[in-house]
C-alpha cells in the first residue's frame, strides 16, 4: 500500500526479456540508500506496485509478468525512461496523500495541458467505465501520483471520461507529470473507497 507521494524519480536501465516466459527484468537506477531494501519489498513504479527481485548500488531490479506489461504502460518503457518511485507504506508514516494500492485499473492519456496562474491544468482521458469512481474534490493516482479531481468532463472520444487536475510547481518538479507531452500513456487508479461505494451500492439494489 502507498500514499501516491513520489519521493525519487528512477531512470530505466536495463529492459532484459526473460526466455523462459514473456515476462520482463526491469532494472532502475535510484538515488535511494537501497541498503535497508530487502528483496521482495514492494515499490510502486509509475503507480504499478512491483516486487525487488535483485539489487546492486543505486540500482532496483524487477520481474514484470506478461500480464503487466500488456495492462500498464511498462510495456512502453525503454532505457532512459524516467519513472516516479515510491516506497510502500510502513504503519506510522504519515499519509500525506491518499491510500493507493499500485494495482492499475486501466491507462489513460493526457489529452490537453495548459497554464493556469501559478499552477499546471492536465486533462487526462480515461476510460469511460472507469469515470464513475471519479468525482470532483476527489484523488485519483496517475503514474502513482495523488492528485485531486478539479473536473469530470466527457471526453475527447465517445467511450472515455476527461479527468482535469492541477499541479503545482512542487509537484511538477518532484514528479514526471511536469516534463510529460500530450499524448502520452499514463497508468490509472481510481480511489478504492469509490469502488467499495459503488460495490455496495450494486448490491443494495
Same mark, same amino acid.
Given at each position: 500500500?502507498?500514499?501516491?507521494?513520489?519521493?525519487?524519480?528512477?531512470?530505466?536501465?536495463?529492459?532484459?526479456?526473460?526466455?523462459?516466459?514473456?515476462?520482463?527484468?526491469?532494472?532502475?537506477?535510484?538515488?535511494?540508500?537501497?541498503?535497508?531494501?530487502?528483496?521482495?519489498?514492494?515499490?510502486?513504479?509509475?503507480?504499478?506496485?512491483?516486487?525487488?527481485?535483485?539489487?546492486?548500488?543505486?540500482?532496483?531490479?524487477?520481474?514484470?509478468?506478461?500480464?503487466?506489461?500488456?495492462?500498464?504502460?511498462?510495456?512502453?518503457?525503454?532505457?532512459?525512461?524516467?519513472?516516479?518511485?515510491?516506497?510502500?507504506?510502513? =504503519? *506510522?508514516?504519515?499519509?500525506? $496523500?491518499?491510500? /493507493?494500492?499500485?494495482? @492499475? %485499473?486501466?491507462?489513460?492519456?493526457?489529452?490537453? #495541458?495548459?497554464?493556469?496562474?501559478?499552477?499546471?491544468?492536465?486533462?487526462?482521458?480515461?476510460?469511460?467505465?472507469?469515470?464513475?469512481?471519479?468525482?470532483?474534490?476527489?484523488?485519483?493516482?496517475?503514474?502513482?501520483?495523488?492528485?485531486?479531481?478539479?473536473?469530470?468532463?466527457?471526453?475527447?472520444?465517445?467511450?472515455?471520461?476527461?479527468?482535469?487536475?492541477?499541479?503545482?510547481?512542487?509537484?511538477?518538479?518532484?514528479?514526471? =507529470? *511536469?516534463?510529460?507531452?500530450? $499524448?502520452?500513456? /499514463?497508468?490509472?487508479? @481510481? %480511489?478504492?473507497?469509490?469502488?467499495?461505494?459503488? #460495490?455496495?451500492?450494486?448490491?443494495?439494489?
Amino acid at each position: 500500500m502507498f500514499t501516491g507521494l513520489i519521493t525519487d524519480i528512477g531512470v530505466v536501465r536495463a529492459l532484459i526479456p526473460l526466455s523462459a516466459s514473456a515476462d520482463q527484468r526491469i532494472e532502475i537506477a535510484t538515488a535511494w540508500d537501497v541498503g535497508p531494501i530487502a528483496e521482495g519489498a514492494s515499490i510502486a513504479c509509475d503507480g504499478c506496485c512491483l516486487t525487488v527481485v535483485a539489487k546492486s548500488e543505486g540500482v532496483l531490479a524487477f520481474q514484470a509478468s506478461a500480464e503487466t506489461l500488456d495492462k500498464t504502460t511498462l510495456g512502453d518503457w525503454r532505457v532512459g525512461r524516467r519513472v516516479n518511485l515510491e516506497r510502500s507504506l510502513r =504503519l *506510522g508514516d504519515e499519509l500525506g $496523500g491518499h491510500l /493507493v494500492y499500485g494495482h @492499475v %485499473d486501466a491507462t489513460g492519456i493526457l489529452a490537453n #495541458r495548459r497554464p493556469d496562474s501559478g499552477s499546471q491544468r492536465l486533462g487526462f482521458a480515461i476510460p469511460r467505465g472507469l469515470g464513475r469512481f471519479v468525482a470532483t474534490k476527489g484523488s485519483i493516482a496517475i503514474d502513482g501520483v495523488s492528485l485531486t479531481v478539479n473536473g469530470v468532463d466527457p471526453g475527447p472520444a465517445a467511450d472515455q471520461t476527461l479527468v482535469q487536475v492541477n499541479i503545482i510547481p512542487h509537484t511538477q518538479k518532484l514528479t514526471t =507529470l *511536469g516534463e510529460m507531452d500530450t $499524448g502520452r500513456r /499514463v497508468n490509472v487508479e @481510481v %480511489d478504492m473507497l469509490a469502488r467499495y461505494v459503488a #460495490r455496495l451500492q450494486e448490491t443494495d439494489r
